[in-house]
């Protein structure tokens, strides 16, 4: 939760109207070197959505998650998990070099307003590979693709933008999108 790209992405939706809830995984807490299993990783976005309808009582409510948190998060919602939204943040479609390792067997089932970006040069998701899932997914399913950017949404100079240009393109994109969850 303390990641320099997170924290500038919680920055940039805060400024466009959105409360981020941070937070670590609890293995990341216990200094583990692994991910603990999807199941503990579902329970624990489970808990701290609970914590924080409990303490802000959000009139709106949007889960979502970079790269692994976004995949647990977005395994709830196909699990019917109540949420105004999902906001996914660098899906994690396949491991690095393992294209056929694909991780979107659950993304058809989700049924709520989904906005998922990911750079065109993310080594966890390959463009030809998220393209043919959408043609599975629902109309409410909107992919937004940054140019140039990787999965940390770093995008090299010589691509002529800077990683706050990313940041602003994900800013404008994530406030349209909440508008029209709103209305």
């Known amino acids: 939760m303390h990641d320099r790209g ?5 920055r940039t ?3 466009r109207g959105f409360d981020v809830v941070r ?3 609890l293995y990341k807490e216990r200094g583990s070197g692994g991910p603990d299993p999807m199941p503990r990783l579902q329970d624990c976005v489970t808990a ?7 303490e802000t009582r959000p009139s709106r409510l949007i889960i979502g998650g970079r790269s692994m948190g976004g995949r647990a998060a977005s395994m709830l919602a196909a699990d019917g998990f109540a949420a105004d939204g999902l906001l996914l943040l660098a899906y994690p479609l396949h491991p690095p070099g393992k294209p056929d390792q694909l ?10 307003p989904t906005l998922c970006f ?3 040069r993310d080594a966890f998701c390959r463009r030809d590979l998220m393209e043919n899932v959408l043609t599975r997914v629902g109309a409410r399913f909107e992919m937004h693709w940054l140019e140039g950017a990787d ?11 800077t990683d706050a ?3 602003e393109e994900v800013g404008e994109t994530s406030e349209r999108w909440g508008a029209i969850l709103s209305s």
Do not use: Q
């Open 118 to 120: 990911n750079g065109t």
């Open 13 to 15: 939706l805060r400024a």
């Open 48 to 54: 701290v959505v609970a914590r924080a309808r409990e």
């Open 103 to 112: 991780r979107d067997a659950h993304l058809p089932s989700i049924a709520m």
């Open 6 to 10: 997170m924290l500038a992405v919680a």
């Open 165 to 167: 240009d990313v940041l």
């Open 151 to 161: 999965h940390s949404f770093h995008v090299l100079k010589s691509s002529g933008r």
């Open 23 to 25: 937070f670590n995984f």
